[in-house]
């Protein structure tokens, strides 16, 4: 298969992170965003691990692209995925067990996140390994973005702390609903607001443009057609 | 990507072998980074894991600033191994020591299958009263949002007071002072904790009790 032409490199890291965010944008990876950002800590742990299964299967896919026959690639893929997680899981247990522990089931899950397997049959499959790497960064990179941008706002609130540090001070009253599970609503909600409102705001001046270009080209056609019409009359 | 389809639509014949070879090919290189990187972290993990377990010994042991373990050898307790003995073979229990010297209670760690996979718990007992001292969950794989609540500190707080042997009863029903309350929505989960602890009681209070009575030591 010929690889396909596509954005620079940059580009394709940045949408990932913004444009084509895949919660904010896509919606995807939702259960491990509402489940485990109840602090900055597992929000951060989570992201990177997800962020270097991605990397990793990304790279190992596109690299294998030419080799690995169409009817098996699903098989092939999720294997490369499980493998990297299951990798991921011994690494996060060693280095950093208390967080794993905390992390519980989620760090196996990471596996069916269908952000991953999404990047290898619509990317990774069919581009080069370095733009397959950046396509990988910049997705794990938004992904853990907005995972930070969940986490940091509900251990403030439902806690009082930032990475476990007290900083609301001792007559802050924890407001628990955000560390349990309808804090995660809310939150996600919030974002998902906050970035269609972005979204619509920059959009506006383009549009319009769009709407003052084409009012322009109706002023310029008007003279003509009257002309036409007075010279019909003559 | 090779094997694709042609240009009248239909996939390219590839033979069964390519396509074994492929997914066997992917396997063994996925088991090989698995056993490399699992005997890289092992050391690593085996000491957090003892680090872990001497926490929890002293945690639900309460008073204790020091333990022993002891070893079961032909069905009576022991501090010392016979010669040869592996240490990892042998089951265990873990008596707790207070700075004076004296005994705090044992600390017992058992396991049962829970809703999701095995729960692996410690939990502190003291014969004299006879009852629990302290709990905490060594290891779970608990549904997140449900079976997990198990290691609610909440939860667990109920276990340094209770008698034995424990009673299940749903939350917010206990009467009596072994009546150990179970989880609404983790029902599962906590009624395997509970049952754990009276199965691991039924087989170590004889042996406790003939070691205190110092027929062995």
């Avoid at chain 2, 894991?49 to 050898?73: F, K, N, W």
């Avoid at chain 2, 072994?178 to 609404?184: E, F, N, S, Y």
């Amino acid at each position: 298969m010929t690889t396909a032409p596509g954005p620079a490199a940059s580009e394709l890291l940045l949408r990932g992170i913004w444009r084509e965010n895949p919660v904010l944008v896509a919606t995807l990876g939702l259960c491990p965003t509402l489940a485990v950002t109840n602090s900055i800590a597992n929000s951060l742990t989570m992201g990177i691990a997800t962020l270097c299964v991605l990397v990793c299967s990304s790279v190992l896919v596109s690299s294998a692209r030419k080799y690995v026959p169409n009817q098996v690639r699903i098989s092939t893929y999720i294997l490369i995925i499980a493998t990297f997680v299951t990798l991921a899981d011994m690494v996060l247990e060693a280095i950093v067990p208390a967080i794993h522990k905390a992390l519980g089931a989620f760090i196996a899950l990471i596996v069916v996140n269908c952000m991953i397997l999404g990047r290898q049959e619509a990317f990774a499959s069919k581009n080069t390994v370095g733009r397959s790497a950046m396509d990988a960064l910049g997705v794990g990179a938004g992904f853990t973005l907005t995972l930070l941008l969940m986490g940091a706002p509900r251990e403030l609130l439902g806690a009082g702390s930032l990475l476990g540090y007290n900083v609301m001070g001792p007559r802050f009253e924890p407001w628990v609903i955000m560390i349990l599970p309808p804090g995660g609503f809310l939150m996600i909600g919030l974002l998902l607001i906050g970035k269609n409102w972005w979204a619509l705001r920059t959009a506006q001046p383009k549009a319009e443009r769009i709407a003052a270009m084409a009012a322009a080209r109706a002023a310029a056609a008007q003279p003509a057609q009257a002309r036409t019409r007075e010279g019909a009359l003559v | 990507m090779s094997g694709g389809t042609n240009a009248t639509g239909t996939a390219p014949k590839v033979s069964s072998v390519r396509l074994l070879s492929t997914m066997g090919g992917a396997g063994a290189l996925a088991g090989l980074l698995i056993v490399l990187v699992y005997q890289f972290t092992l050391p690593t993990v085996l000491a957090n894991r003892a680090a872990r377990l001497e926490t929890a010994i002293l945690q639900v042991v309460p008073g204790s600033t020091r333990y022993d373990t002891l070893y079961v050898v032909e069905g009576a307790l022991t501090a010392t191994l016979p010669p040869g003995a592996d240490a990892r073979k042998l089951d265990k229990v873990y008596l707790g020591v207070s700075e004076a010297g004296g005994a705090t209670g044992f600390a017992i760690p058992t396991s049962q299958a829970g809703f999701q996979d095995v729960i692996e718990i410690i939990f502190g007992y003291d014969p004299g009263k006879p009852g629990t001292l302290g709990l905490v969950i060594l290891s779970s794989r608990e549904t997140p949002g449900l079976g997990d609540k198990i290691e609610a500190p909440r939860w667990l707080a109920q276990f340094t007071t209770l008698t034995t042997p424990l009673t299940a009863v749903k939350a917010g029903a206990a009467q009596n002072p072994g009546d150990a309350q179970m989880i609404t929505g983790a029902t599962i989960s906590s009624r395997t904790v509970i049952a754990a602890i009276n199965k691991a009681l039924e087989r170590w209070t004889p042996i406790l009790a003939a070691y205190r009575a110092g027929g062995t030591s």
